[in-house]
């Protein structure tokens, strides 16, 4: 069996579920949109909500070699709108790197969904109790405790980017 390849695409802003189901009727070819678990509250009440990720990009997990990628890729544009481009780095590394890759599978649950992570805050160090940034507590660059919220940068084909993230911060010691 040859190694997968995550390629990601570019799209319409709120075509991504509609997109991955045409995509997904592909053989080999799994896509699907990284999505953040959100808290809400309304009337003193929290909902959970699920948003995109990375708003407008999906993914396509694919054993494919990039050049049939791209004819598949082709052909699909001219039968269903939306699909904008493919992203790459420097017209040259067409997938996410395996480090990437990992990177990504290790925050992300088996359906691709980032959870709530809880922990606390010692003498202005991030400790993660719980949840998918166990273990990433170096790649938080800010926390708003008020909004539960925390930035994590991340790399995405050779490119830092931050994703805000949900976080709760249940205390803070000296």
């Known amino acids: 069996m040859s190694k997968s390849n ?15 189901d045409f995509l997904n009727q592909e053989e080999n070819w799994y896509a699907f949109y990284p999505k953040i678990e959100l808290i809400r509250r309304k009337n003193s009440v929290d909902r959970i909500i699920e948003k995109p990720l990375f708003p407008s990009y999906i993914f396509v997990e694919s054993e494919d070699k990039h050049q049939d990628f791209q004819t598949k890729l082709r052909e699909l544009k001219t039968r269903k709108k939306g699909i904008v481009k493919e992203l790459n780095y420097k017209d040259e590394i067409p997938a996410l790197y395996e480090e990437e890759k990992q990177y990504l599978k290790g925050l992300l649950d088996e359906k691709h969904t980032l959870k709530k992570s809880v922990g606390f805050i010692e003498n202005d160090h991030v400790i993660i109790t719980e949840g998918p940034l166990k273990g990433y507590e ?7 405790r008020h909004k539960r919220k925390a930035v994590l940068e991340a790399e995405m084909l050779h490119k830092k980017i931050n994703v805000t993230i949900p976080l709760e911060i249940i205390k803070r010691t000296e």
């Open 138 to 144: 170096s790649h938080i660059s800010k926390i708003d």
């Open 6 to 20: 995550w390629y990601v695409l570019f799209v319409m802003g709120g075509k991504e579920r509609q997109l991955c």
